[in-house]
C-alpha cells in the first residue's frame, strides 16, 4: 500500500513542478527581468535540496511505474510483485546514492 501512496505523491510533485516549470519559463517572454529575478531565486541551498528531492521523485516514480506495469501485464507479475518492490527500493537507494554526493557538493560549494 505505501509504493501506491509514494507512487501518487511522487507523481503529483512532479506534475507540480511541471506546472510551475511551464509558468516560470513562461516569464521570459512576459518580462525578461521577472525571468531573471525568479531564476536567481532558485539559486540557493534551499531549492538545491528541492532539485534532489525532484529527482528523488522522478526516480522512485519510473521505477515503481515499471513495476506496476510487470504486475499489471506480466502473468507471474502479481506473485512477485513484493520481491520487485524491493528491486525498486534497491534501485532507487544505488541511482541516489550515485547522484546525491555529486549534487549536494555542487549545491553546497563542495567544487
Known amino acids: 500500500m505505501w509504493s501506491w501512496v509514494a507512487h501518487r505523491i511522487t507523481g503529483f ?11 516560470d519559463t513562461s516569464l521570459v517572454r512576459v518580462s525578461p527581468e ?14 538545491g535540496l528541492g532539485e534532489a528531492g525532484l529527482v528523488a ?6 521505477f515503481n511505474g515499471i513495476r506496476i506495469m510487470l504486475v499489471d501485464f506480466w502473468s507471474k507479475g502479481a506473485k512477485y510483485q513484493r520481491v520487485m518492490l524491493w528491486v525498486v ?3 532507487f537507494a544505488l541511482t541516489m546514492a550515485g547522484f546525491l554526493p555529486r549534487h549536494l557538493m555542487h549545491v553546497f560549494g563542495g567544487e
Not at 13 to 23: S, W
Not at 34 to 47: D, H
Not at 57 to 62: D, G, L, P, R
Open 57 to 62: 521523485a522522478i526516480v522512485f516514480h519510473a
Open 89 to 91: 527500493l534497491g534501485l
Open 13 to 23: 510533485a512532479i506534475f507540480f513542478f511541471l506546472l510551475v516549470h511551464v509558468l
Open 34 to 47: 521577472a525571468y531573471n529575478a525568479v531564476i536567481g531565486t532558485y539559486k540557493n541551498p534551499v531549492m
